[in-house]
């Protein structure tokens, strides 16, 4: 593909059926720049463990 995508967990909170996770996606491109992003990932599983709710919060000016 075009590009390399780097996902790292730095950090995670669970706490009962919700997770909040710090973390960082790293693009790398075929000419070798790359653009990281920081940002907090929460979850929310049900009584079956099935994703019930997933978002991201980054700032999208530091993203460009």
Request: positive net charge.
């Amino acid at each position: 593909g075009p590009f390399k995508l780097d996902f790292i967990v730095r950090e995670s909170y669970p706490c009962g059926n919700e997770c909040a996770n710090v973390a960082s996606i790293t693009n790398i491109f075929e000419d070798g720049k790359t653009l990281t992003t920081d940002l907090v990932i929460i979850y929310k599983i049900n009584r079956q463990n099935k994703l019930v709710s997933l978002r991201a919060y980054w700032n999208f000016e530091k993203a460009l």
